[in-house]
């Protein structure tokens, strides 16, 4: 199993950056996929999740500026992010789930500062 998370960076505040996860050697279809984050210091939190039926879950405190959206035939979820704030500085994960088995990919940093 593999989750390969991309698309990472430095960003200034006010801009966007689309991360992507591809799967490899899971049911991707079935699967719960969701994004979580990681602050320097700070406990891991859920940005937003998409399951097997496109149905989205997110953060109150995201929603407007995120947006996951999955591509089966790619086997890759993705997040977009607008409006990016330097709080949103974070290692970001992506992890999915199926059957009650979750797999974590390796993060990718985001970072936003002038």
């Known amino acids: 199993v593999q989750l390969q998370a991309s698309g990472g960076g430095l960003v200034q505040p006010g801009g966007s950056l689309k991360l992507s996860c591809k799967a490899s050697?899971?049911?991707?279809?079935?699967?719960?996929m969701t994004w979580y984050r990681q602050a320097p210091g700070k406990q891991r939190d859920v940005v937003p999740s998409?399951?097997?039926?496109?149905?989205?879950n997110y953060a109150d405190s995201l929603k407007g500026r995120f947006t996951i959206s999955r591509d089966n035939s790619r086997r890759t979820v993705y997040l977009q992010m607008n409006s990016l704030k330097p709080e949103d500085t974070a290692v970001y994960y992506c992890?999915?789930?199926?059957?009650?088995?979750?797999?974590w990919g390796k993060g990718t940093l985001v970072t936003v500062s002038s």
């Open positions: 992890k999915s789930e199926v059957y009650g088995v979750d797999y």
């Open positions: 050697g899971i049911a991707f279809s079935i699967a719960t």
């Open positions: 998409i399951n097997s039926s496109g149905i989205t």
